[in-house]
């Protein structure tokens, strides 16, 4: 099978194919008409079958990774932090794009990283809803930061206000598109009502842990889940000299991140398994922000539980789900 590197970007992606001794290049534009061209570059050079390797860098690479995935080859996504330390095991001081996916496919070669698969139809759709829905709201407040600039005159703040109110009826229309979506869907619905079971886990959090991880009950573990979301600890030391205080690694889904935070507050405060957990952590001098981190490390390995049991949350489950 050949292996094929690709490094992507917003316009276009470049390739970099690997089929036994031979070796070939060529740039396409990130489009449905890029990615038909790559596959006839591919069938030109009597290749049919391919193992596709590009990192999981933003979301520019989804709907390329689709298409190969539904035209038969293999995917494979990976960390952009391991082709990186891949690229400085080389050597390599020059980085283009070309450089970039020819390093990515000898990575592929050497690391053969595992398969890719992509969520169902439906969770590719409530991923685009919920994802709409946080730009929408990210954009309405900054608009509501805007209009309490001092001096403003009354055209622009009354132009401000109508953009605010247009912002407020989009999140409004997206977020009865979500819960129409859910509840159309058994499977999506199930997965909602378990997620809901979990105190500090309200509706946006829910739909949102749905859509960033569609198959979490497919990680082998808590501890894995927490790494996806970039919530491990990272000790920094070495030998008697070195030793700096634990952070999160952060190499992970920062929309994860970002949507736990005010979830772990709630939890600390009318969960009884976190509040108790948050409890013990501060009987033994941990900082506010070190409880605070690992509450939402705990709240995703729950709703990890629940998931993979698919049950709703109960204090046992708790115990299991680390």
């Known amino acids: 099978m050949a292996t094929l590197g690709i490094d992507i970007s917003?316009?276009?992606?470049?390739?970099?194919?690997?089929?036994?001794?031979?070796?070939?290049?060529?740039?396409?534009?990130?489009?449905?008409?890029?990615?038909?061209?790559?596959?006839?570059?591919?069938?030109?050079?009597?290749?049919?079958e391919i193992s596709a390797c590009m990192e999981a860098t933003g979301s520019y690479w989804e709907a390329l990774a689709i298409h190969l995935y539904e035209a038969g080859h293999r995917v494979s996504l990976v960390n952009p932090r391991q082709t990186k330390s891949y690229a400085q095991s080389e050597l390599l001081r020059t980085k283009?794009?070309?450089?970039?996916?020819?390093?990515?496919?000898?990575?592929?070669?050497?690391?053969?990283?595992?398969?890719?698969?992509?969520?169902?139809?439906?969770?590719?759709?409530?991923?685009?809803?919920?994802?709409?829905?946080?730009?929408?709201?990210?954009?309405?407040?900054?608009e509501l930061t805007r209009i309490q600039t001092p001096g403003l005159p009354a055209f622009v703040e009354q132009s401000i206000q109508r953009l605010i109110d247009s912002l407020s009826g989009q999140i409004d229309e997206i977020e009865r598109a979500i819960r129409d979506h859910i509840n159309r869907h058994p499977a999506l619905k199930d997965r909602y009502d378990a997620l809901r079971s979990i105190k500090g886990i309200g509706e946006t959090t829910a739909s949102l842990l749905m859509a960033e991880m569609p198959t979490i009950e497919r990680f082998s573990s808590g501890k894995a889940v927490g790494a996806y979301a970039g919530l491990s600890p990272r000790l920094v030391q070495s030998g008697t000299s070195l030793r700096k205080r634990g952070?999160?690694?952060?190499?992970?889904?920062?929309?994860?991140?970002?949507?736990?935070?005010?979830?772990a507050m709630?939890?600390?405060?009318?969960?009884?398994?976190?509040?108790?957990?948050?409890?013990?952590?501060?009987?033994?001098?941990?900082?506010?922000?070190?409880?605070v981190v690992a509450v939402m490390r705990k709240l995703l390995t729950l709703a990890y539980g629940v998931l993979k049991s698919g049950h709703g949350f109960t204090p046992a489950l708790a115990g299991r789900a680390a």
């Not at 070939?24 to 050079?45: C, D, E, M, V």
């Open 10 to 48: 917003k316009a276009d992606f470049h390739a970099f194919l690997i089929d036994g001794d031979r070796k070939a290049k060529h740039s396409f534009p990130n489009t449905a008409a890029g990615f038909k061209q790559l596959l006839s570059w591919l069938k030109n050079r009597g290749v049919t």
């Open 96 to 142: 283009t794009d070309s450089v970039d996916a020819a390093m990515i496919a000898r990575f592929a070669l050497a690391h053969k990283p595992e398969a890719w698969e992509p969520p169902p139809a439906e969770s590719r759709m409530l991923q685009g809803l919920v994802r709409h829905l946080e730009d929408l709201k990210t954009t309405r407040a900054q």
């Open 247 to 263: 952070k999160i690694s952060k190499t992970g889904n920062s929309r994860l991140r970002k949507a736990l935070f005010f979830p």
């Open 266 to 291: 709630t939890a600390m405060r009318f969960n009884p398994v976190l509040k108790a957990f948050a409890q013990r952590l501060r009987n033994v001098g941990k900082p506010r922000m070190v409880i």
